[in-house]
């Protein structure tokens, strides 16, 4: 641009006997400056606005991340939660003796069956092959609680802390469902990620 508009100077300068004003020169610079200041700030703020949020496209728009180009790696996540019964239910399942039957067996089956149902509950995750599902429920007598433990296991391209959470999410729930008869006041808490490895981000730990 700059070369072009010293040939433009030259051309007049010969014709007219003096050159353009600099102002026209300096304005179609700063013009031009100006423009592609204004363009290049424009996109380096679509790119900060949604780095590091791999389910949202370059517009704000919802999208599915494309793991084609991933590589294939051992992947296991392990998550946590509590179910705070209250003494009263708590001493009910303690003794097996909730109407519906035994609360922590069937929220271990509930448990393995949501994580193999991820896919289908959340929109955005992938359809992965799940090699190993654990779901372990214990009774904490400390708080009246239930304690559940959820890991996931898959050879894919993908993470399974979904499958992880999921698990632990929908035997809380199945927990509070067996359970509500008996008491309105049952809450479900403390879910959440604790170990994950695999994957081009490695390893992870709360505790680290």
């Known amino acids: 641009m700059s070369k072009a508009i010293s040939e ?20 179609i610079d700063n013009q031009t400056m100006t423009q592609d200041l204004k363009l290049s700030t424009v996109e380096m703020d679509d790119k900060k606005s949604f ?4 389910h949202i496209g370059s517009k704000g728009e919802a999208q599915m991340v494309d793991v084609s180009l991933k590589d294939i790696s ?3 996540a392990i998550a946590r939660g509590k179910v705070i019964l209250g003494q009263k239910v ?4 303690s003794a097996n003796q909730m109407g519906k ?11 393995i069956c949501g994580a ?7 929109p955005l995750c992938h359809n992965i092959n799940l090699t190993h599902v654990r779901v372990d ?3 904490n007598p400390q708080n009246f609680s239930v304690e559940i433990e959820g890991e996931a296991a898959s050879d894919g391209k993908t993470g399974v802390e979904m499958e992880a959470l999921t698990a632990v999410t929908v035997a809380s729930l199945t927990v509070y469902d067996m359970c509500k008869a008996a008491s309105k006041d049952i809450q479900i808490t403390d879910i959440r990620l604790e170990h994950k490895t695999g994957g081009k981000s490695g390893d992870w730990s709360r505790d680290k």
Request: aromatic letters at 4%; glycine letters at 10%; a negative charge.
């Open 51 to 54: 780095a590091g949020l791999t």
């Open 137 to 139: 429920l214990a009774l």
């Open 8 to 27: 433009l100077n030259q051309e007049m300068e010969s014709v007219f006997g003096e050159p353009p004003p600099s102002s026209l020169s300096g304005s």
């Open 101 to 111: 039957g035994d609360v922590l067996s069937v929220a271990k089956l509930a448990g």
């Open 74 to 76: 051992k992947r296991v």
């Open 116 to 122: 193999k149902q991820t896919s289908n509950l959340i």
């Open 90 to 93: 708590f001493d009910l399942v």
